[in-house]
């Protein structure tokens, strides 16, 4: 990747956030085009630069989010630690990510309705690949015999349900920071998985 290239993915992805952040305070349908250049002292011309419309704007903040988990959690998975380590360094990874990206994954609720069957398939098959990436920890756990035998796919849905539910939860205010939160809940979810 050239320069050039490396300068207009960084500005590709700081619009992304702060759009996000916008639409995420003022929901899709009421927020223009117009307040999204100007919260980012752009030109709405030069933000058509970037992107085609609003709606390419959020599919592409989705397909960074995504894209950015899987790449966390690949790069965990090959670690040479523990299975039981890197699961827990996994969901530490997941929920502080989470927590930074607030804004993007709130934007991920019914996402049908925005979105055309194409992209929705190019979505899912990206958390369909994250969550895969779970489901092979959880099996590499239960082989080393140090995770219960259980429904894989079950114990992996409860899992991620009670990560992102953190997001509704976590203050920034309260005693622990977003790392310590995530090392907190990593461990008590474990909990379900290892062989005591």
Same mark, same amino acid.
């Given at each position: ?12 992805? @700081? ?39 609003? !709606? @390419?704007?959020?599919?592409?903040? +989705?397909?960074?989010?995504? !894209? ?22 996994? &969901? ?20 049908? +309705?925005?979105?055309?069957?194409? +992209? ?14 779970? @489901? ?26 009670? &990560? ?33």
């Amino acid at each position: 990747m050239s320069l050039r290239q490396k300068k207009i993915a960084k500005k590709k992805e @700081d619009i992304l956030r702060t759009a996000v952040s916008i639409l995420a305070e003022k929901g899709y349908q009421g927020t223009t085009m117009e307040e999204i250049a100007s919260s980012l002292l752009m030109t709405k011309g030069s933000v058509y630069y970037y992107f085609k419309d609003k !709606q @390419d704007l959020l599919y592409q903040s +989705q397909l960074m989010l995504l !894209q950015q988990s899987l790449i966390n959690i690949k790069t965990i998975q090959q670690e040479n630690l523990p299975v039981v380590d890197r699961f827990k360094k996994a &969901m530490v990874a997941h929920i502080t990510y989470l927590l930074d990206e607030k804004s993007g994954f709130e934007m991920m609720v019914k996402l049908e +309705q925005i979105f055309s069957t194409e +992209q929705l398939e190019e979505i899912f098959q990206l958390r369909n690949d994250y969550e895969k990436c779970f @489901d092979q920890l959880i099996l590499e756990g239960i082989n080393d015999e140090v995770f219960e035998t259980v429904e894989i796919t079950i114990v992996r849905n409860t899992i991620l349900g009670a &990560m992102n539910w953190v997001t509704q939860w976590y203050s920034p205010e309260g005693k622990k920071d977003a790392t310590e939160i995530a090392e907190t809940v990593s461990d008590y979810l474990s909990r379900i998985l290892v062989i005591k």
